[in-house]
């Protein structure tokens, strides 16, 4: 049982993560084409 939850809990982390990264490039480009 504790297994599954540390991950189900990295898989959260990592998606976070992922997600968290991916709004960021696309802050980026969006501010880049507005200032362009």
């Given at each position: 049982m504790l297994?599954?939850?540390s991950c189900v809990v990295q898989f959260?982390?990592?998606y976070h993560v992922s997600?968290?990264?991916f709004g960021c490039?696309?802050?980026l480009c969006?501010?880049?084409l507005l200032t362009f």
């Open positions: 297994e599954v939850v959260i982390l990592e997600i968290h990264t490039i696309f802050f969006t501010r880049k």
